[in-house]
Each structure stands twice: as C-alpha cells, then as structure tokens.
C-alpha cells in the first residue's frame, strides 16, 4: 500500500521555494500506486490535489487539505517504434528536461523548444506550455500525439490530441483526472544546428530572466496582443515588493523569493500588481501560475 506522509513540508517541491505545507502527501512510483491514493483519498472523504514539478503553483501558507499526490517520482521515457517519428511515451513525472535530451539525441527541433521549459511532462500538457519565441514546435500541443488519464473511478482513458480543446496556456476537454502518461512524436527531420540554437537560447534566457532566484516564471497570462511584463514595467514596478516577494528588476513578469517570502506575500503582490496595471492601463492581468490549497 502507498506510504500517506502527513504535514508534507513542499519547500522542495515548488520552485518558489515557499515552506508550505500538505495535510496529506504521497510519492507515487507506478501507476498502481497513483490508482492506490485515489482509492485511499476516495475511502476516507479527502479531496486530491495533484502535482508535477511545482513550477507553475502558489501553494497557500494555510496549506493544502485531503490527499496531496506528488508525481515527481513517476518518471521514465519509453522509445517506441516508429519508422517516420520520434516517438516517445513518458510518465506524467518525467522533467521536460529529460525529453529535451532524447530529441537533441536525434536533434529534432523539438529539444529547442523543451530546452527552456521547467517542470514535468503532464504539467507541459496541462498547461500547454509554450515559448514566446516564433518557433516551431512552440506549443506542448504540437508534440503531444496523446495521453493517458486516471478517472476518478479508477479507469483509464487515452485522449488523442484532436479530441481535446488547447488554447493558450490551458488545454481543455479531459479533465477530471490525473494524467499519467504522456506520448509525444516528432519527424525524424534532423536539425543539426539544433545544439547551437539551443546554446544560443539558454544564453537569452539567462541574459533576459532570474534564472538564479526561486520563481514561477511568467506569473501572469499575456493579455491578446500585449506583453504582462511590459505592462507591469510600464507602471514602474520592477524591483518592487512585498516582504520576500519582489517583482523582478530582470524581467518584470518574474516575481521571486528573495529568501523569506511567504505564498501571501506572492499573494499580496499579485493583487498590488493587478491593480496598478488596471488602474494606469486598464487591463485586468489574469495568472498564469495555479492557487493552490486553502486560498
Ligand atoms: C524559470 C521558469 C521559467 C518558465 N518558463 C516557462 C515558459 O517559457 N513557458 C511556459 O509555458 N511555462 C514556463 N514556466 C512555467 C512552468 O514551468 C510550466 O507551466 C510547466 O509546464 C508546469 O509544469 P509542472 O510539472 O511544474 O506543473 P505544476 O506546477 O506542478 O502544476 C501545474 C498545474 O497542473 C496540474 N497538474 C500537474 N500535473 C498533473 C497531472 N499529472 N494530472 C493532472 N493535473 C496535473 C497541477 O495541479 C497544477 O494545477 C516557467 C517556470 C519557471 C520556474
């Protein structure tokens, strides 16, 4: 039977580095373990909560209540046969990272695009996590053939892609459930200035982002045609902050620890922010990054 820990500490496991804490909290390896938690969670009355690399969440101080399934540990990349494609089925744990290396293998373009993404692969297909840049792939829906989720009842259902709705930075049309694994596939078209390229961007990045202090990367969602971290740097709030919670002097979309934030001095300043940019620019900037827990 999984292991249930009980006042989880997730310092570790959000890339704000935030000491918050779950009520309950299990490290599933397989799939059968995840099918176990729920089971657990759904016999003793307790909401599940899901987490992949904890890069794109603001988990409350007041904790998160029920069953909190972390599936950082439920890793691993199967390469499947496939004459014209790279074809790759990865469990929903796996770091985006470890992807980005099986494409640069073969240097498919793919390995640009996953070489500047944190976090985990079903995380990628939650979010549809993309770049900015005009790339191709530059959407995780351009590389997702399909993927598999545990329902709620314990059944397994595959979705392709075309059955589901992916829009900016959400993909719509199979939830309730947790993803557990993820197949991607690329043409075996090589690139071979792909380790160049991928050089290049990194060296960007880290001229551009505080790629050196804990962050959720772009907090808030581009509002259609605009750029958020513009906006919020048009209002003069770089460097601004609230206890450990600091907006960027880098990149004004980034909002970092500055080594004692809490999750309501993060909460604090999104709210401020929202509100400055509303007020000189009238735009509501929505969040990117997920609430999770006792909000
Ligand atoms: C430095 C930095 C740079 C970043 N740059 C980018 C960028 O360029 N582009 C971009 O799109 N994002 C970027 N991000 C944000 C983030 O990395 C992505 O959104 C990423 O895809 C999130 O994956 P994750 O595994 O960390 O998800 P998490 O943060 O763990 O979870 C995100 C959401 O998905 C849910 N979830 C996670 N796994 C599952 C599952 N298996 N089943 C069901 N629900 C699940 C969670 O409950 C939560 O609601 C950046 C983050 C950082 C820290």
Redo the contacts with the bound molecule.
């Keep these: 039977m999984i292991e249930i820990h009980e006042d989880f500490n997730l310092k570790d496991y959000n890339?704000w580095k935030l000491e918050v804490f779950a009520e309950k909290a299990c490290l599933p390896t397989t799939v059968e373990e995840i099918k176990q938690a729920q089971q657990w969670a759904q016999e003793n009355s307790q909401p599940v909560?899901?987490?992949?690399?904890?890069?794109?969440?603001l988990i409350s101080d007041q904790g998160v209540s029920g069953l909190l399934i972390i599936?950082k540990n439920f890793k691993g990349v199967e390469v499947l046969e496939d004459k014209t494609n790279l074809k790759l089925k990865a469990k929903?744990g796996t770091p985006?990272f470890e992807l980005m290396r099986h494409f640069m293998k073969y240097r498919l373009s793919p390995a640009l695009f996953l070489s500047?993404?944190?976090?985990?692969v079903?995380?990628?297909v939650?979010?549809n996590?993309?770049?900015?840049e005009a790339r191709t792939p530059r959407e995780f829906c351009e590389v997702v053939e399909s993927f598999e989720v545990l329902k709620p009842d314990n059944s397994i259902k595959t979705y392709n892609k075309d059955e589901i709705t992916w829009v900016y930075?959400t993909s719509k049309g199979w939830q309730p459930?947790?993803?557990?694994s993820v197949t991607l596939s690329w043409s075996l078209e090589k690139d071979l200035e792909i380790p160049k390229k991928v050089k290049e961007a990194n060296m960007l990045r880290l001229s551009k982002?505080p790629?050196d202090q804990p962050?959720?990367?772009?907090t808030f969602r581009n509002p259609e045609g605009t750029s958020a971290g513009a906006l919020i740097d048009q209002c003069g709030l770089k460097g601004f902050e609230i206890g450990g919670a600091q907006v960027s002097k880098k990149h004004a979309n980034f909002l970092i620890n500055t080594g004692t934030a809490t999750a309501t001095d993060f909460a604090q300043l999104i709210k401020h922010i929202q509100n400055v940019v509303l007020e000189q620019k009238n735009i509501q900037l929505q969040t990117?990054v997920?609430w999770?827990g006792n909000w």
Aim: aromatic letters at 0%; glycine letters at 24%; charged letters at 10%.
């Design positions: 890339s909560t899901v987490l992949g690399g904890g890069t794109n969440v599936l929903a985006k500047g993404l944190p976090g985990d079903a995380g990628g939650v979010m996590a993309g770049v900015s930075r459930g947790i993803i557990t982002q790629l962050s959720c990367g772009s990117e997920k999770l």
